[in-house]
């Protein structure tokens, strides 16, 4: 039997829903920025696993850095479904405490998309 090994990927596809408007902001160095957060909910667990933590969504950071990302996360509203593809950064910055950092998903495509109410 042979095995193939997986190539490595850093791929991310998320469905949720908006929360809060988009906010675009203008960084120090002239690089315009869109940044939105998306909530998804946690599958239900079952068995022994559903002992864990009782959260029932993720909210996930979300950064638009090209044109075409940066329109279409402006045209979506609060509480409104989205699917985003990009690919997870982790964002180093300073603080008042000192250096920090942060995971969001880099989004390379934004499209508005119905969810179910619920």
Known sequence: MTTTAAAPANEVHLRGRVSGAPTQRELP????????RVV?????R??????GSAQRVDTIDV???????RAAALRLEDGG???VTG??????FRTGAGAASRYDVEATSLHAVPLPVP
């Open 29 to 36: 160095s002239g690089d315009v920025l869109v940044q939105l």
């Open 40 to 44: 998804v909910p946690r599958p239900q």
């Open 46 to 51: 079952r068995g022994r696993a559903a002992s």
């Open 63 to 69: 950064s638009c850095w090209t044109a075409r990302a």
């Open 81 to 83: 479904g989205v699917e």
């Open 87 to 92: 690919a997870l950064r982790r964002r180093f």
